[in-house]
């Protein structure tokens, strides 16, 4: 299980890549970036870069218009 933008979905797979995850939540990979939520801080992943998931991983769907950690 993982959380992209606090919605909760289910995964069967071990990994999959930052365009995989966006598709996954309904993102269109040429407007959102990706990004691993750890702690107080986060990596953007990139939408061919492979993510092994762990039940509980939170991500952030941002658009790409938007600069990181502004609100629109």
Do not use: C, W
Not at 26 to 46: A, C, M, P, T
């Amino acid at each position: 299980m993982i959380f992209v933008n606090k919605k909760q979905f289910r995964v069967g797979e071990p990994s999959l890549t930052g365009g995989q995850i966006l598709q996954l939540a309904g993102y269109d990979v040429n407007q959102y970036d990706l990004f691993l939520v750890r702690g107080q801080s986060s990596d953007k992943i990139e939408a061919g870069q492979s993510v092994v998931l762990e039940d509980g991983m939170h991500f952030n769907a941002l658009l790409k218009s938007v600069p990181y950690g502004r609100a629109p």
